[in-house]
């Protein structure tokens, strides 16, 4: 039989990512696919580290198990007895909830009104204990997928992409480095010959599609999109606006490099460059926007159990229904209309 060689690329946006989780256990259910590379930003560099962890472990059932571990460090736990007296609600109950809890509050009032670097040495990131556990032979081996992560340099603006030859627990940590809860994660850059500071990728790349494009990788890059792109409801709300600005500033990179995407394609079937000459990309993106607008930046920040769960099977629902719509279309053509995107 032969396999369908995809490239995937994995959004950030905090404990939402647990939806990627359940995209990804999908299709790694589905041996009819191959995953050749991955980038992935802050949620989305860790899913990608731990899949490619546990894909050289274990193929598909090690990266399915290595997957699971993660997100039960990160708070996910068994819901099934729950679901009996939980009758009714829904991720967006709990998600007004957590937005209205002293937690939440207290978070967010800090990180408008204080800088991480006033914790001193109280400061510690909290998913460091975590992201230290994952095999970085592994992760960062020449076999297997190709991963890359994104980071901003804090000083120049710039994106750096991490691969094999640099990813560790700090560029990691880098790629979710949210500047108004964390402190900049410092890195040494051999470009630079200096330590750098970098924050969140999400803000140059959500994720960098750009490494995708290499010739040894195939022309489709599915996307795992977890930031709704559409909200019909105008925000109202001074935790409505911020949580939409968050939404925007985190899809406009991906946004820009579609865009590029599509302006290629233009000169590809307008013959103004030759066939071959730039690589012809198959966009497919996997997304659920009707639950992702029940949810808010209040349950990107705090994991609850309950809402990673669900998160989860809709990923997994996700994922079935794209396989069941779109595998014939990849290798073949985009599922993804850009232009109607963009219009």
Known sequence: MTRKRINLALQGGGAHGAFTWGVLDRI??????????????????????????????G?????????????????ATDQSHLHSWMHGVTPGNVSHAVGASPLYQAIDIFSRMASPYNLGLLYAHPLRPIVEQL???????????????CATNVRSGKIRIFDHDDTDTDAILASGCLPTIFQAVEIFDPKTDR?????????????????????????????????????????RKATEIQNRINEISFNGSLFRELRAVQFVRDLITSGKVTQGSMKDVLVHMISDDALMNELSVATK???????????????????????????????????????????
């Open 195 to 235: 330590i750098e500071a970098y924050w969140d990728g999400g803000y140059m790349g959500n994720p960098a599609l750009f490494p995708l494009f290499e010739p040894e990788f195939p022309a489709d890059v599915v996307i795992v999109n977890i930031n709704p792109l559409h909200r019909e409801d105008l925000p």
């Open 135 to 149: 095999n970085f032979d592994e992760v960062c081996a020449k076999e297997g997928p190709d991963l890359f992560i």
């Open 59 to 75: 193929g598909a059932d090690g990266g399915k198990a290595k997957l699971d571990w993660l997100w039960g460090e990160i708070g």
């Open 301 to 343: 920040s705090i994991p609850t159990p309950f809402v990673i769960q669900e998160l989860k099977l809709a990923g997994r629902n996700a994922a079935g229904a794209f396989l069941d719509a779109h595998f014939d279309d990849l290798n073949e053509t985009s599922t993804v209309d850009l232009r109607a995107m963009f219009e």
């Open 28 to 57: 790694l259910e589905d041996d009819r696919i191959e995953i050749a590379a991955i980038s992935g930003t802050s949620a989305g560099a860790l899913n990608g580290a731990a899949l490619k962890s546990g894909l050289l472990e």
